[in-house]
């Protein structure tokens, strides 16, 4: 089974199939070193092969770069791999008293296990790698050296937030270009289209946001102007709505818990460039299909009929901001307030004369809208659409880059979502799709981040959000 240790690599590290996965090119990721892939592996690999998942193109991936080495030698002996290191598949043990373990081996993990553990016995320094908490709790019973798969990890308080806040003197907020921003831009590394949020010290409500434009140049972030009724509730959100209402910023990720308005301020300001300022021809919205708790299975209808509950999310924040509109406009009738000028040039519009907003249905059906699943997203070219993927901390690092690599001329991708719940039971915090985007854009000229971190839904929500 096992050939005779090389004295020379002795250091050998076992890939748990969760891995492979996880990253099929985890098989390269160890460099001059000694890979060993338990038999058991491949086997399950196998099993996952046939899915038309995410999880079945990485188990084809997997299994074809095992296979493209094979024509460099015998994956029994070993087989050496461009990056210096050395690839070998290991069989399981002959029966052996003393690699016998007390576990249930006609489970597939414990027989991953077996091998690792024989290795071990038989010499190697063994390093288990696994995606899996509960095999790695079960390797270091056995007395195993274990550790996570850590390529791409973001720890938690690393993840890129898109802004840095300041405390300083109310006088500096008076000021145009306040003194501090000089300090700032000398002593802090600012990212493109990252965020200074200078508060006054004695009082957090009394602020300015300043956006970073690369050059030690700081643009000063002012509220939008919307021919509706509303308006950011708090710093994070003007400047969410700061990147989402500028065209040259093409790719916005927004990251917070439940309840902090990422996907209700993403729809509001899609609207309003839909709408008014005539910049997308569409919006396009889509969101993965992962329930929370246990499935309700099979949904009757076509493919409309099957999403309406899955966008209901959606559905409920567009009757939200198509209520609030309306009611604007039926107070109005009692009511003759001047409304303050929209730009330099334009007459001023009286309180409830700006256009009225359809509801969902009804810009769906004009087209203006277009409601989508991801799992049909694949192969398409999208040119001048309002995109917004919600819930994206749901998806892996390839499907964000398929999504994004969808993108065409003139369109905008918002990906919105909270890594801090995640349904999948193959993503954590460090490896999902949102957190992995942001963290590599990070410093693009046409990519801005902001991690919101006030719940606005309601003191309820709020307090839930933190006991709970």
Do not use: C
């Not at 109310?170 to 965020?195: C, I, M, R, W």
């Not at 939008?224 to 710093?235: G, K, L, S, V």
Request: aromatic share 8%.
């Amino acid at each position: 089974m096992a050939q005779k240790k090389n004295e020379n690599n002795n250091k050998l590290f076992i890939i748990d199939t969760n891995v492979l996965l996880h990253d099929p090119g985890a098989l390269f990721a160890f460099e001059n070193s000694h890979v060993g892939i338990p038999i058991t592996v491949l086997e399950e690999l196998d099993q996952f092969k046939n899915e038309s998942s995410e999880r079945g193109r990485n188990a084809r991936e997997a299994a074809r770069s095992i296979d493209s080495v094979r024509g460099r030698g015998s994956l029994a002996e070993g087989v050496p791999l461009d990056n210096g290191g050395t690839l070998q598949i290991f069989l399981l043990p002959e029966d052996d008293k003393q690699t016998r373990i007390a576990m249930d081996l006609t489970k597939e993990d414990n027989r991953i296990l077996l091998i690792a553990f024989y290795l071990k016995q038989v010499g190697y320094d063994v390093r288990f790698i696994s995606k899996d908490l509960n095999m790695r709790v079960k390797a270091d019973a056995l007395s195993l050296p274990t550790q996570d798969y850590l390529k791409d990890i973001t720890p938690e308080e690393e993840l890129y937030q898109g802004w840095l806040r300041v405390e300083v003197p109310a006088s500096e907020l008076k000021k145009q270009t306040p003194d501090v921003l000089t300090e700032l831009a000398h002593d802090y590394d600012f990212a493109y289209n990252e965020f200074a949020l200078l508060e006054s010290q004695h009082n957090a409500e009394n602020y300015r946001v300043f956006r970073y434009m690369g050059n030690n140049i700081f643009k000063p972030v002012e509220h939008p102007d919307f021919e509706w009724p509303f308006h950011a509730r708090n710093p994070q959100q003007l400047m969410s709505l700061n990147l989402l209402m500028d065209p040259s910023v093409q790719l916005i990720s927004m990251i917070g818990r439940a309840g902090t308005g990422k996907t209700f301020i993403a729809l509001l300001a899609a609207l309003h460039q839909l709408l008014i300022e005539d910049e997308y021809e569409k919006m396009l919205v889509t969101r993965p299909v992962v329930p929370l708790g246990p499935d309700i299975g099979f949904l009757p209808g076509d493919i409309q009929e099957k999403l309406h509950t899955w966008m209901q999310p959606i559905r409920d924040n567009m009757e939200y901001i198509v209520h609030t509109a309306s009611m604007e406009q039926e107070q109005a009738a009692f009511e003759d307030q001047p409304r303050r000028r929209k730009k330099k040039g334009k007459k001023p519009r009286k309180r409830g004369e700006g256009p009225a907003i359809p509801s969902l249905d009804q810009l769906v059906e004009a087209d203006k809208v277009s409601l989508e699943a991801i799992t049909y997203m694949r192969g398409r070219s999208i040119p001048y659409q309002f995109i917004i993927i919600d819930e994206v901390q749901n998806l892996t690092v390839h499907e964000v880059k398929t999504l994004i690599s969808r993108v065409g001329e003139g369109s905008k991708v918002i990906l919105a979502g909270d890594p801090y719940q995640i349904d999948s039971p193959y993503l954590d915090f460090n490896t999902n799709g949102l957190v992995v985007a942001t963290q590599r854009f990070r410093g693009q000229m046409l990519f801005g981040s902001v991690f919101l971190d006030e719940s606005e839904r309601s003191e309820l929500s709020r307090l839930a959000g933190e006991l709970l």
